[in-house]
C-alpha cells in the first residue's frame, strides 16, 4: 500500500494524544491528556493515519512513510491560541514605560492612548507594514508550537482600515504553515469620529461594514469589548445580534476590568466564548458551566497589566470548559508564547499540569468551532504537533518562560526543524 508523502514518528517517550470525550473538554474529563508511553504516530495526507504504543505497530505497515525517531522525547498537539491581533501599524512600548513608571491602563486609554493609539498608527500604516506584522509574529508563533490561531481585526474603526487589514489577512493566511480563523472585531473601541455617538458607530457597522465583511468573506466570527468606557452590554447585544442575524458567529471580550455581565451575555447568545473574565462574578462563573459557551482565559494580559489573575480554579471546578489563549496584541499583551500562557495558568491561576495543556489545544480547538480536526491527535484529525525537547510532558510549564520546542509538524510537513531532531 502506498501512503505517499508522510511520517512514521517512532521513539516518542510520552505521546499526548488528548483522546477524551468529544467537544470542549470540562468536569471530570478537564484533565484528560490521553497519554500514550513508548508510542509511535503515522501521518500521511496532513492527517493522523495511526498512533498508539510501538509495539502494537501493525507489522509491516507504513513502509512508504519517512521514518523519524524521537529517542524517547514527548509529542503533543499543537497549540490553539484561540484569542490574538496581529493587525495594526505600531508597537506600544512607550504606553508599556508608561505603565511601569506608574499610569494605569484604563487610564491611559481614557486620555487617547491605548488602542485609539494603535487605531491612528494601523489606519496610517502601508498595507506592507501591516503584513510584515502579521507575518513577523506568525513565524514566532510556529517556532513557539502554535499551530492554529484566531486573528482579530479592531485596530483600524473605519469601513476602509478594518476592510483593510482583514483581506491582508485573507491574502497571507494561506501562505503560512498555521490554521487562521478570522473574526471582525470593528467593536473594539468606540472611534474620535463617533465620540459620544456609540449608538451611531453601531448602526454604521451594521450598515455599512458588517455586510461587507460578510459578502466578502472576510471573518469566521464577530466580537465585541464590552467593558465599562467601552461598549456596555445592551450596545454589545445589538452589534453581536446584528452579526448573528448576517449568519456570523460571535465571541465576546468579556468582564476583563469590570464585572458587566459580559459573560451573562456570552452566554445569553450562544456565543463560541468569553474572553478574559478578570472580573467575571460568581454568578455567571456558574452560567458559563452550564452552557456551552467556552471561558478563554489570557493570563498574559493580567500579569503584563499587573491586574489580578483571571479564577482558573472556580471557573474549572464548576465545570466550565477552560481554553487559554495568549491575546497577543500592542498593547495589553505583546507576546505569543503559548508555553508561557500554560506556565501561567499552573503557576497563577489553579490549573492542573493536565488541565492547562487540555485547555491550549483541546478547548482552543473547541472556542473555535474546531473539534473535531484540530487540538487532538486521534486518527483521522489534522497531524499538527510538536515534538519537545523534553522526556517529560510536565516540563512543559515547569522550564518557566523557556520553550522546549523541538520540531513543528504541521499538515504533511515539517514547519520547523527541531535541533537534534530533524
Ligand atoms: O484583548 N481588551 C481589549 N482589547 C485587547 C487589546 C487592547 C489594546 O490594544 O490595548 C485585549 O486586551
Ligand atoms: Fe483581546
Not at 487540538?375 to 522546549?404: E, K, Q, T
Request: net charge negative; hydrophobic share 40%.
Amino acid at each position: 500500500m502506498d501512503f505517499g508523502a508522510g511520517f512514521l514518528v517512532r521513539g516518542i517517550g510520552q505521546l499526548l494524544t488528548m483522546d477524551g470525550p468529544p467537544g470542549p473538554r470540562r468536569g471530570a474529563a478537564r484533565g484528560e491528556i490521553g497519554l500514550v508511553g513508548k508510542a509511535a504516530l503515522a501521518v500521511s495526507g496532513g492527517r493522523v493515519l495511526w498512533r498508539g504504543p510501538e509495539k502494537d505497530l501493525p507489522a509491516g505497515s507504513f513502509r512508504n512513510l519517512r521514518e523519524i525517531d524521537l529517542q524517547g522525547r514527548v509529542v503533543t498537539p499543537g497549540f490553539v491560541d484561540s484569542h490574538t491581533h496581529p493587525l495594526f501599524g505600531k508597537t506600544r512600548q512607550g504606553e508599556f514605560a508608561m505603565r511601569a513608571a506608574g499610569a494605569d491602563y484604563e487610564e491611559i486609554a481614557a486620555a487617547g492612548g491605548g488602542i485609539l493609539n494603535s487605531v491612528r498608527a494601523t489606519r496610517a500604516a502601508d498595507d506592507s507594514v501591516i503584513e510584515a506584522n502579521l507575518r513577523r509574529v506568525l513565524s514566532s508563533m510556529l517556532s513557539l508550537g502554535t499551530t492554529t490561531l484566531e486573528a482579530k481585526s479592531g485596530y483600524g474603526l473605519d469601513d476602509e482600515t478594518e476592510i483593510r487589514c482583514l483581506r491582508i489577512l485573507a491574502r497571507v493566511a494561506p501562505t503560512v504553515p498555521q490554521t487562521i480563523l478570522r473574526t471582525f472585531l470593528g467593536a473594539h473601541a468606540l472611534p474620535t469620529e463617533y465620540a459620544g455617538d456609540p449608538s451611531g458607530y453601531l448602526s454604521f457597522l451594521k450598515t455599512e461594514v458588517l455586510p461587507l465583511v460578510a459578502k466578502e468573506g472576510l471573518a469566521d466570527f464577530v466580537d465585541v469589548f464590552c467593558e465599562k468606557g467601552v461598549f456596555t452590554p445592551e450596545e454589545s447585544r445589538r452589534h453581536l445580534q446584528d452579526a448573528q442575524g448576517l449568519g456570523f458567529r460571535v465571541r465576546i471580550h468579556a468582564d476583563e476590568f469590570h464585572d458587566t455581565g459580559g459573560a451573562g451575555l456570552a452566554v445569553e447568545l450562544g456565543a463560541m466564548s468569553a474572553d478574559h473574565l478578570l472580573s467575571v462574578s460568581p454568578e455567571n462563573i456558574a452560567r458559563l458551566a452550564s452552557s456551552d459557551t467556552v471561558a478563554t482565559l489570557l493570563p498574559g494580559t493580567a500579569l503584563f497589566l499587573n491586574k489580578p489573575f483571571p479564577p482558573g480554579r472556580a471557573l474549572l471546578d464548576a465545570g466550565a470548559a477552560v481554553a487559554l489563549a495568549s491575546d497577543y496584541n500592542p498593547g495589553s499583551c505583546f507576546c505569543e508564547s503559548m508555553p508561557f500562557m500554560v506556565n501561567l495558568a499552573v503557576c497563577a491561576c489553579g490549573f492542573t499540569v493536565e488541565e492547562a495543556l487540555v485547555s491550549a489545544t483541546v478547548n482552543g480547538a473547541a472556542a473555535l468551532g474546531l473539534s473535531e480536526t484540530k487540538g487532538a491527535l486521534s486518527p483521522g484529525m489534522d497531524a499538527d504537533f510538536i515534538a519537545w525537547n523534553i522526556d517529560d510532558y510536565r516540563c512543559i510549564p515547569y522550564h518557566m518562560a523557556v520553550p522546549d520546542v523541538g520540531a513543528v509538524f504541521c499538515g504533511d510537513e515539517i514547519r520547523q526543524p527541531g535541533e537534534r531532531i530533524v
